[in-house]
């Protein structure tokens, strides 16, 4: 018997005494007591519940969470990026173009427009405020883009552009948890966490659903909105930074080796594999999985997250500079991940909520600035997924959580400094590329001021659904069963938007 | 219009036979009940009852008749309900005058009354709802309802009548042109049927989908009368109806397998889309076959899941699988062994990034099912790519990275398949970029030529509104 093995025999001793130490005279009578009340109602329901519905069983394997699963239909997709603008960028100045709207610039809104409608600041009745870019036709397709972004205008026969979305909600928060998680309200599990339940990941040493966020803060609806909801924990996003360690407390600590970490690694989950044995509880088996993983991941993390030796040309091209938290960088690190293998990455950059408050919040000054930070690398990105034939299995999606109004935003009813606008849920933009997305695609109308949908009226659920569609599943069978029904992402909405597949 | 009149009087019997149903129970009840003391009084009534249900008994049977004879439902069920509706007129008329004279009979006449009543009443039900109403919600099937079909497992194996055309047929046509109504005294469950037509003659013209009347009700559009289904009714997708287009233009066969019929390019995909179950068919029809493998050995799967390689099922009901090395650090030839006892359901491999040689190239070279090979930065040259000739099926192949020049790739040219091509930072580059195009006409070729402008603004940034014209 080596050292090591006597250590953890201590070690098991030493956790079994822990364990009958808390036991006391009271647990024991209250167990006694309950077991029997338990085994009687067990009995009663024994024949009801879910226990029988074989057609919902969840497919998850305790022991082996993230390993890869087959789609239920072969999909184009095998990973997403979905970069989401927290804030909420306005659609009007830079994929719908309206002209109609300049010839009402600084005109009174009409009444019709303002009845029954509410708006997050808007009061009494607010000036339109005509289009702040300069729209082209670009590519072969035509498609209308603003000078705004100059870099991306040259993708358009790659991208696909929805310009009818509508949302429920025109609060950031609960539109964010909506976009994310199909509910407004917090408990469901985010669209990555979906992705990599249903598919697993493709890289054992790389967690599966992957959040990188940029502009200073967080998006406003907080981790929620990478979270795993009812799923099992080991879903949820992990989220890495650009800047310093990748992940927090990567490092082993000082004094601290890697045999040594690996030692009270194994030494832990034997503890747990113990427990498991006891009580039988899944989450156990998830957490020695995670514990696994974190150690692989002390490896294989700092390898994936270091983009110093990306090639000069690469940096260039995306406009990144190693060692900042930037968006241009977390655009980047996405092409690395999905390059090996992580399903889903999630990036957020905040600082899109172009109220006209101050000049970095106004729509013809912040928003400019914001898009020359973003316009090379996402261009970039399409670019480099495409040169390295992985545009086809990854899906781009670019999107907010709502628009913003054709109104000049008016703070308590009076004029602002600065030209701003405020928030939307009637109408606005996401566009889609690669994954099977088809290229050169304008769907949906507006009306001729972009206030409201005309054709083509398209939910976040159908965003969530044709996300899904594309990545193998049917989104209104991909379900999971808790507090004793199946959910799903969807929720009882959703349809696949089959005018922008390839 | 005499003869309109009375098939207009047809209609009311569904509506009038609740009045002898409910005054016959009533009666029975009274009769029940005045067999007590207390409720004597109510000894008169049943006679009464019984007079107004027999009148009622004896208009159902003269509407339900003249109902009868429209066709539109059932034939077997119909004379069954007919022979007891009859049957429960007689014997109540029986049972008024037996209850008229006081005969002591006369209670054993309104208790098989009733019970006809009964029978009588569930059969017609059978007839408007379905027989198996009743019992559905009990029935281990419940979860197939209409609609909700299975996909097909194997389709180029399946037959095309009775697993892709009768499965459309059963669900969305059945309930007014099947075994419990003939809406049109038109039936399509069976083949004869089908065949026969309705009152408006033939419905398919085998091998002339223009001339097929099935056809043509389907293609109308919703808002036009004759359009099928109702427009109340579940509609046939785009897929269904294509399918069914299809099946009529090759002789609307009953008894062939769906491979034995030219397949053009416009039902591939819908074919591809009936085997998945998908709402629209998200993968071409070209990357995954459209024959159907034997499973993998579970064994070699199991083994190389052991050494870290992502393998899976490409789709839940397909045996094709894709094989993944990124998280593998060496691939050993046992690996490659493996994966050879795997060749003929592996169809998507990524090596990329592992340390395959051109010695090991040999192996990949065995599996021939490939439609997908990833090979970027990787040690390989032009000696071990010529092995690659064999992979008669390869559409894309990625060599990013690696020392590949035209020479190598000028090997492949014979893979016809062969349609993508990603040769970013390989050997390949300029005039060699070129001529690999002329090698492969067809293809998509990248060899990483992306470059985006340089724009004065994308560095600057602004203080002031930029100026709008």
Known sequence: ?502 | MIVLFIDFLGYFHPVLVHLPIGILLLAGLFQFMSRSEKYKSLKPAIGISLFWGMLGAIASCITGFILSRSGDYDGDLISTHQRFGITVAIVTIVAYSLNKKNNPAAQWSIALMVLLVIITGHLGGSITHGSDYLTKNFSLKKDEVANKRKPVANMQEALLYHEVVQPILESNCYGCHGPNKQKSKLRLDDPDFIMKGGKNGTIIFAGNVDKSKMIERLLLPLSDEDHMPPKEKPQLSKNDIEVLKWWVENGADFHKQVKDFPQPDRIKPVLLAMQSGEQKSAVSPTSIPLTNVNAGDKNAIEKLKERGVSIFSVAQNSNYLSATFVAVDGITQSDLNLLEQLRDQLIWLKLGDTKINDEQLKTIAKLTALTKLYLERTGITDNGLQHLKALSQLQYLNVIGTNISIKGIGQLKQLKKLDQLYVFQSGITGNDFRKMQSMFPTALIDNGSASMAFLQSDTVVINEPIFVP
């Open chain 1, 1 to 502: 018997m080596t050292q090591q093995d006597l250590h953890n025999q201590r070690l098991l001793k030493e956790a079994e005494q822990k364990v009958m130490h808390q036991h006391t005279r009271r647990h024991f009578i209250k167990e006694s007591a309950m077991g029997l009340g338990a085994l009687a109602l067990g009995s009663m329901f024994g024949s009801c519940g879910n226990s029988s519905s074989s057609t919902t069983a969840n497919l998850f394997d305790a022991a082996n969470p993230l390993a890869p699963k087959a789609p239920m239909f072969p999909g184009k997709a095998k990973s997403v990026i979905f970069i989401h603008m927290a804030g909420a960028p306005s659609q009007l100045e830079l994929f719908s173009y309206k002209p109609e709207l300049a010839k009402l610039d600084g005109l009174e809104c009409p009444q019709s427009l303002l009845e029954g409608k509410k708006f997050a600041f808007i009061r009494g009745v607010p000036k339109m405020l005509g289009p702040q870019a300069n729209f082209r036709q670009h590519g072969q397709s035509g498609t209308w883009m603003s000078d705004y972004l100059p870099h991306l205008s040259t993708m358009v026969d790659d991208m696909a552009i929805i310009n009818s979305v509508t949302t429920e909600q025109f609060n950031h928060a609960p539109a964010q948890l909506l976009m994310h998680t199909g509910s407004a309200r917090l408990g469901r599990p985010s669209m990555g966490s979906w992705v990599t339940y249903g598919l697993g990941s493709e890289n054992k040493n790389l967690p599966g659903f992957v959040v990188l966020t940029s502009g200073g803060n967080n998006p406003d609806a907080g981790k929620s909105v990478w979270g795993s909801g009812f799923l099992p924990s080991v879903y949820q996003g992990v989220q890495c930074r650009s800047e310093g360690d990748p992940v927090l407390f990567i490092k082993d600590p000082a004094g601290m080796d890697r045999d040594l970490r690996k030692a009270s690694i194994d030494a832990i989950n034997k503890v747990n594999q113990q427990q498991y044995e006891e009580y039988k509880d899944p989450e156990i088996l998830s957490r020695i999985a995670q514990y696994e993983m974190a150690y692989k991941m002390q490896i294989s993390v700092p390898d994936v997250m270091n983009i110093n030796d990306e090639p000069a040309a690469m940096h260039e091209m995306y406009g990144t500079s190693p060692g900042e938290a930037s968006f241009a960088n977390n655009i980047l690190l996405a092409r690395k991940l999905v390059e090996k293998g992580v399903r889903f990455v999630q990036l957020f950059d905040w600082g899109w909520d172009m109220h006209g408050d101050s000049s970095g919040n106004a729509v013809n000054i912040g928003l400019v600035n914001k898009c020359r930070k973003v316009d090379k690398p996402i261009t970039a990105l399409l670019l480099d997924l495409k040169q390295r034939g992985l545009l086809d299995e990854t899906l781009v999606v670019w999107g907010a959580e709502f628009g913003r109004t054709p109104m000049r935003e008016n703070r308590e009813g009076k004029e602002m400094l600065f030209k701003g606008r405020d928030h939307h849920a009637e109408a606005f933009t996401i566009w889609m590329a690669g994954g099977g997305i088809k290229g050169g695609v304008t769907y949906g109308e507006t009306d001729e001021i972009g206030y409201s949908v005309v054709s083509g009226k398209t939910e976040v659920y159908d965003i969530q659904a044709t996300i899904l569609n594309q990545l193998g599943f049917n989104h209104e069978q991909f379900t999971y069963e808790s507090q004793g029904r199946p959910f799903r992402l969807t929720d009882v909405s959703g349809k696949v938007i089959t005018d922008i597949l390839a």
